[in-house]
C-alpha cells in the first residue's frame, strides 16, 4: 500500500469531525489520519451496506465484563450522536444530564463471552472504561447545538482522570470502514481491531507483556518519566508539555541542527504531488517543486503535535510536506537521511533525543505499527486498518499481562 502522505492528503481534526464540540479534547487531539477520510481505493470499490456487526471482546485477564463499560460516539451528518444498546444512533441532548450533571451513555457487555452489536454509518470513537463508568458531559456548543465534552485523561481536572479507559477510532460510511487504535493523546488499555471483508486483518495488538514493557520504556527515560501515571496511563508528550511534565524545549537542540543542516545542502521531500527539495532561507525552510512550500521552525510543541509551524493542510502540497517533516523529527531521522520519507523503522528513534514515547508504542506492539504521535502514518506506520466491503469488526480487550 503506498503511503498516505504519497497521496493527496485527506486528515482531519477529531474537533472539526464531531462539529468542534467535543471541549474536553484539546484541538491537538486527533483521528487516525484514514479515519475519517473515507474515501475507497478507487471508483470502483464495492460498497459497505447496512449496520456493521461489531463483536466485543473481553480478554484483559484483570476486569470481568460486569466491570467493562463500553460507548460508541460520534458525529452523523453533522450531528454529535451515540450508538444505542440496541444499535440504533440516538443524538446528543441536554437533557442526557443525570442529577450529577453527566450522560449514562453506557452500553454494558454480555454476562460472559463475547458481545454483539450493530455499528451504523457514523465517523467516532468507541471507548473502553474499565471499573468506573466514564462521566461524558451533554453541553451546547457556539451555535447553541448539543454536543459532547470527552475524556481527557491527561487533565488531572478532568472528571475522567481516575478511570482507567481507553478508545479506538473509525469512520463507517458506504466507502468502507476505515479504523485504528490510537496512542496519540495517551496510552491505558491494550486493545486491538480485528476488520474481515475483502480480507481479514488486525492491528493494535501487543506483544505479550507490552503494555508493561510501554510504561518501563517511558519511565526509564528521565525527561519523559513523568508522563507515567501510576499504573493508570501514559500521557503522550504534547499533552504533558501543557502539563508542565515535559520540557519546552526538548527537541530544540535537534530542531536547531536540522535548521543549521539544511541551511548548506538539500532535503529531499518526495510525495504523491512530486518531489519537493528544500533548504533553510532566511529563518524559513522552503521547498521547491510542483509547488512552493515553506515552513517556519517549529517549537517542541509543534513537533510533539504535527500542529503550529507542522501544521497540514489538505492542499497536497504544504499538507504531506508537513506531515513527512513532522514524522521525520519525531523519529529524528531527518540529519541522518536528507532523502524523506525514510520507510526503515530500524532507522528510527535511534538518536537519545527523540520521540522516546512513540517508540516504546511501537516496541510494545506485535507488528510494530501503532499511533504514537499524529502523522504515525507516514511510510504505513500506524496501527491503522481500512476495509472498502467490510462483513465484520470486533474490539478485543486484549490482555493486561502475559
Not at 528521565?222 to 499533552?239: N, Q, S, Y
Not at 524559513?284 to 515553506?294: E, K, L
Not at 535511534?350 to 501503532?370: I, P, V
Not at 502514518?377 to 469488526?393: C, K, L, M, N, R
Amino acid at each position: 500500500m503506498t503511503s498516505r502522505h504519497q497521496r493527496p492528503l485527506g486528515r482531519r481534526r477529531l474537533l472539526f469531525a464531531l462539529g468542534g464540540a467535543a471541549v474536553a479534547v484539546p484541538a491537538a487531539a486527533t483521528m487516525g489520519p484514514y479515519a475519517l477520510a473515507g474515501t475507497p481505493a478507487g471508483r470502483d470499490a464495492p460498497a459497505a451496506a447496512g449496520p456493521l456487526p461489531l463483536t466485543i471482546v473481553n480478554d484483559s485477564g484483570s476486569f470481568g465484563n460486569a466491570n467493562v463499560h463500553l460507548y460508541i460516539v460520534g458525529n452523523e451528518g453533522g450531528r454529535q450522536v451515540r450508538v444505542t444498546p440496541e444499535g440504533t444512533l440516538a443524538p446528543i441532548a441536554l437533557s442526557d444530564n443525570g442529577s450529577d450533571g453527566f450522560t449514562d451513555y453506557a452500553i454494558s457487555l454480555s454476562g460472559s463471552g463475547e458481545t454483539r452489536l450493530n455499528l451504523p454509518y457514523m465517523s467516532g470513537r468507541i471507548y473502553v472504561s474499565l471499573g468506573e463508568k466514564l462521566k461524558f458531559k451533554a453541553v451546547a456548543d457556539g451555535n447553541g447545538n448539543a454536543a459532547l465534552q470527552y475524556p481527557a485523561g491527561w487533565v488531572t481536572s478532568d472528571p475522567n482522570y481516575s478511570v482507567l479507559h481507553d478508545c479506538a477510532e473509525f469512520t463507517y460510511n458506504s466507502s468502507g470502514m476505515f479504523c485504528n487504535t490510537t496512542m496519540v493523546d495517551m496510552f491505558s488499555v491494550p486493545l486491538s481491531i480485528r476488520l474481515t471483508g475483502a480480507k481479514d486483518q488486525t492491528a493494535g495488538r501487543l506483544r505479550a507483556g507490552g503494555r508493561a514493557a510501554a510504561f518501563a520504556a517511558v519511565r526509564e527515560v528521565e525527561e519523559f518519566a513523568k508522563l507515567v501515571v501510576e499504573d493508570t496511563r501514559v500521557i503522550a508528550p504534547g499533552h504533558g508539555l501543557d502539563a508542565g511534565l515535559f520540557a519546552k524545549d526538548y527537541f530544540a537542540p535537534y530542531i536547531d541542527e536540522v535548521w543549521s543542516t539544511y541551511t548548506g545542502r538539500d532535503l529531499t521531500v518526495t510525495t504523491n504531488a512530486g518531489k519537493f527539495t528544500g533548504r533553510v532561507r532566511g529563518d524559513r525552510f522552503t521547498f521547491d517543486g510542483p509547488g512552493q512550500v515553506s515552513f517556519g521552525k517549529p517549537s517542541t510543541r509543534d513537533v510533539l503535535f504535527c500542529d503550529g509551524n507542522l501544521a497540514a493542510p489538505n492542499d497536497g502540497t504544504t499538507g504531506p510536506v508537513a506531515a513527512i517533516l513532522g514524522a521525520g523529527f519525531n523519529r529524528s531521522t531527518l540529519l541522518s537521511h536528507p532523502e524523506q520519507p525514510t520507510t526503515d523503522a530500524a532507522t528510527f528513534y535511534g538518536t537519545d533525543l527523540t520521540n522516546h514515547y512513540a517508540k516504546a508504542m511501537h516496541a510494545a506492539s506485535e507488528d510494530g505499527k501503532a499511533y504514537g504521535f499524529a502523522f504515525d502514518d507516514v511510510a504505513e506506520f500506524a496501527s491503522y486498518i481500512q476495509d472498502t466491503a467490510p462483513t465484520g469488526i470486533t474490539l478485543t480487550l486484549t490482555p493486561f499481562e502475559g
